[in-house]
């Protein structure tokens, strides 16, 4: 006579986890689906090397369509380093929480920000975390932020391929895609390669490269300086056969409005913002106002 063996419901599955964890995961993915579906658009802006001033595109890119009448949210994953609070002025608010979730920082009507820095009592302590954690608070960041009906998402990332661009890339399959920022000069470029790799291995689309830092005009002579070359970025994105969006100059005035929290107050030279905007043209729809 043989003997069954009981079913310990708490282990006994194919997954390995535990039903509770099971319960946790798909009530998670409902959360999830449930904010994210009312996003149109999901765009990450990505680079392989740090100080290429990828925290400065996705500003302006938010920027540029708030201006166009789009609702918009800019979502700060860097966890050990987040900038976008201080550039858009931010810096020191608190979040509130209601029934329904935490409410993002509005800064304009129709323009959210979510970041960890919100979350820091000090913006000098330290983040000091291991993937899990990372992962949880850019889950958090998805399902719990109410973040209502927008057109646009733009999700600034820090550098490299690790923990939080490839969070973002599991949580939002569905993403339009990257904008890659790199500078012209070789040593980041290498680098850059490797996020396009990195977009192609998680299925998400390369919307385009683009090229920051790419010459400077000197406001007494009018001669342009390639302080970090120039051109490099196109070259390499026709080599790995990806777009090619533009080239962003350097302007002072983008440094001192981040500093001073007034990157809002169009204090960009007027080439420099045109030039962002024909950088961002083929990717989003900034012709109509949002419905």
Known sequence: MTTSKPVNHQTDNPSG??????????????????RTSQIKHKIA??????????????????????EAGKRVGLLDIDIHGPSIPQLVGMEG?????TEN????????DGFKVMSIAFLLKNRDDPVIWRGPMKYNIIKQFLTDVEWGELD????????????EPLTIAQLLKDADGAIVVTTAQQIAINDVRKCINFCHKVNWPVLG?????????????????????????KKMAQEMNVPFLGSIPIDPNIVIAGDDGTFFKNVVKPETY??????F???IDCDTPAD
């Open 17 to 34: 986890t535990t039903i509770p964890q099971q319960l946790q995961q798909e009530k998670d993915q409902i959360a999830l689906l449930k």
């Open 45 to 66: 802006v990505l680079s392989g090397k740090g100080g290429v001033g990828k925290s400065t595109v996705a500003a302006n890119l938010a920027l540029i369509l708030h």
């Open 93 to 97: 608010h608190a979040l509130h929480r």
């Open 101 to 108: 979730g935490i409410l993002p920082v509005e800064i304009f």
């Open 152 to 163: 646009y998402l733009i999700i600034d990332s820090p550098p490299g391929t690790g923990d």
């Open 209 to 233: 490269v683009l090229e920051n830092m790419s010459g400077f005009v000197c406001p007494h002579c009018s001669q342009q300086v390639d302080i970090f070359k120039t051109g490099g970025g």
């Open 274 to 279: 045109k030039a962002f905007v024909d950088a």
């Open 281 to 283: 043209k083929t990717v």
